[in-house]
């Protein structure tokens, strides 16, 4: 009995054992199905399809509020559902009764309750066993079943030749010239629906390709044309640390791809409808939410062909746009008056294949133009390309097809050159101008004669100078003190200088503006310093730096800058300056992590310390002082974040009751510029009140004035503030960084003091006092005017300019000061 019970017992571990295999066999089968769509299975809305390696699901959704309900592929992992592709964008299921099948003829097909077909794939080849699957990329794809290589030329169809909105890591804008497939990337209507919009992303179909933004059937934006992972200019496609770009031209394909430099980073490029943006996101886990890392286009200058045929857009340019050397202003009324739309035309007497009339022009660091109309040859050499160039007279410019000179290859651009605009690339072009213009003789014998006889007198002026110098030194050496007497301020010699900074080492080396580099130091005594170095080949000369240190030393406020000593030794110009350990204002409200730590409380205090310190120059200090280049970089923060203003280079001292002055040298930084000082040269303290509301706008909203972020008809932010305005939606405005910290009604009512310092007539905006008291009181506030943009022909209202004033004080005078770190 004991033996047959034991028996018995010995035969139940081995059926469980076989029961749990079955099981997890089944559970095994089902799992690895999760991938997959079978012509036996279907896809039934609350189903859905998850990648193997669990990033991507594919199943039913509805768009934000919307009860339609679309299928659509998002992140499987991330809580914020990011919808990256759409299958029926244009017929939306009104229930939750459909299904995804494989019909008969291997398409996957959208079915309703009905069974009509709402959305079907088009197969270009048939599978003996086809089989959908969403792929860990991203990639949803009809294949056989039996290849087992899963290549994607054996693919049926596949999610990739059809995108949404949304430009994943190895997904391809661009076109099959086999196929004829052109992958078009188009924006949705709004975030709940989903349906096409008409913004759209695209690449060229010109002989050197680039990628081209289009509103419509209006090109927006375009990349400029690149090499493989090669840049050519475009602010989008430079060297960064999270992805690599790279485009492809060749007989059978045109493309353009990225792929991510580290594998765990989630980072989507999406076409923003909204604002007409295309924008790079990056999900950031810690704080569960997509960071903006690049917009396009990105400034002003981004924006398609604004300068008009060879004109060359300088985002930091005053005016923002500059002819070509060898061209002139087509219509110069128009250009004085920044309207840039009709180009430019060659100066002198240009004439083709002319010998000593016919050249090019190198130019560098620049955006190719645009590649419309183009001829590439990838095997020819430069030297080549340019004798090719010369022989047609249609031809206007031309460079390598590679990175540099030395790359070889060869593109050749016919017709007028368009949409230039000032970069930091290497990329080479030349253009064709007169050879007058970039030194070119007629002759050999005359240029040997010339050389001879320029040898000749140089040696004479080289002897003659030395001479010169050799005294001119014995005197300044002489009378190197007197230099000083009217600088009340310690002198420190430039051994000093020398010491404090480590001889001007780049470890010490803060930042650089117009006017030269800055370097933090430390005295003997322990004090920590910042030394402004005047560059020698700054605009600022020895007047402009005579003037600083004198009003330096003059002004004693909280909130402006100390000035603690000078150094004058040869050519050499320095300004030793208290140090701001939290460096300038721009370095904070710019950046985006660094914006973060700037609250409301902060910002106010912040803006309350510049309107102090601006009312201490128009009012409380000996002179009417007008600063005429304050914005976010020329304030700097202490320790505490206390606002200080600096960089009085380029200030004016206005005696007595004075309260304006006039100039045909207008100097400042486009974009803070008030209007009357910028077309008329005409200033005063009403100037800084201008300059001080544009810095408001930037505090409060966290944007750039001159950063183009905004809707297309908005020139700038003071467009983008008054248009908001007026739709009475002002408070959109506001930096999404000051959501949780942000006094509504404060941040509204600065806002209005800002449109009000913003008026287009100097009478019109109240002056510093005023400001400091409605900032500082709830008293109610006038309405505003429309604001002055700076970006369009104005003059002051009742006051015309005259002929004679416009040509003394052109626009083209105008220069910059620049300086960011401190």
Known sequence: MVTKKNCKMSTFPSSLFLITNLLLLFLFKFSSAADTITQSESLSDGKTLISKDGTFELGFFNPGSSSNRYVGMWYKNIPVKTVVWVANRDNPIKDNSSKLVINKQ????????????????????????????????????????????????????????????????????????????????????????????????????????????????????????????????????????????DVVSSEDEAYFSYTLKNKTLISIVVLNQTLLLLQRLVWIPESRKWSNYMNLPHDTCDSYNVCGAYGNCDINGSPLCQCLDGFKPKSPQQWNTMDWSDGCVHTGNWSCGVKGRDGFLKVTGGKLPDTTYTWVNANMTLDDCKLKCMQNCSCTAYSSLGPDDDSGGCSLWFKDLKDLRVSDSQRNFYVRIDASDIGDKREYTKMIILLVSIVVVAFIVII????????????????????????????????????????????????????????????????????????????????????????????????????????????????????MSNTSLDSF???????????????????????????????????????????????????????????????????????????????????????????????????????FGVLLLELISGKKNRTLTYNQDDHNLIGHAWKLWKEDNIQSLIDDNLKDTCILHEALRCIQIGL???????????NMTSVVVMLSSNNILPEPHEPGYLLQNITSEGEPSSTERQSSSSINNVTISLLNAR
Request: contains cysteine; charged residues 25%; glycine residues 8%.
């Open 106 to 245: 291997g398409n996957l097909v959208l079915l309703n309750a009905s069974q009509s077909v709402l959305w079907s794939t088009n197969a270009t080849k048939k599978a003996s066993t086809p089989i959908v699957q969403l792929l860990d990329n991203g990639n949803l794809v009809i294949r056989d079943e039996k290849d087992s290589e899963r290549n994607e030329e054996n693919f049926c169809w596949q999610s990739f030749d059809h995108p949404s909105d949304t430009l994943l890591p190895e997904m391809k804008i661009g076109w099959d010239k086999k196929t004829g497939i052109q992958r078009i990337f188009t924006a949705w209507k709004n975030w709940e629906d989903p349906s096409l919009g008409d913004f759209t992303s695209l690449m060229s179909r010109s002989n050197n390709p680039e990628v081209v933004l289009m509103k419509g059937s209006t090109e927006f934006h375009r990349t400029g044309p690149m090499t493989g992972t090669t840049d050519s200019g475009a602010y989008g496609l430079k060297a960064n640390p999270i992805f690599i770009s």
């Open 756 to 766: 009000l310092c913003l008026q287009h007539h100097p009478d019109n905006r109240p």
């Open 464 to 579: 003659l100078a030395l001479y010169f110098y050799r005294e001119k030194i014995k005197h300044k050496v002489g009378n190197n003190e007197g230099d000083h007497d009217d600088l009340d301020l310690p002198f420190f010699d430039l051994a000093t200088i020398h010491e404090a900074t480590n001889y001007f080492s780049n470890y010490n080396k803060l930042g650089e503006g117009g006017f030269g580099p800055v370097y933090k130091g430390k005295l003997k005594d322990g004090q920590e310093v910042a030394v402004k170095k005047l560059s020698r080949s700054s605009s600022q000369g020895l007047k402009e730096f005579k003037n600083e240190v004198i009003l330096c030393s003059k002004l004693q406020h909280r909130n402006l800058v100390k000035i603690i000593g000078f150094c004058v030794t040869k050519d050499e110009k320095m300004l030793v300056y208290e140090y």
């Open 589 to 691: 409200i710019f950046d985006p992590i660094q914006s973060k730590l700037l609250d409301w409380p902060l910002r106010f205090n912040i803006l309350y310390g510049i309107a102090r310190g601006l009312l201490y120059l128009h009012q409380d200090s000996r002179l009417r002082i007008v600063h005429r280049d304050l914005k976010a970089s020329n304030v700097l923060l202490d320790n505490d974040m206390q606002p200080k203003i600096s960089d009085f280079g380029l200030a004016k001292m206005c005696g007595g009751d004075k309260v304006e002055g006039e100039t045909s040298r207008i100097v400042g930084t486009y974009g803070y510029m008030a209007p009357e000082y910028a077309i008329d040269g005409v200033f005063s303290v009403k100037s800084d009140v201008f300059s």
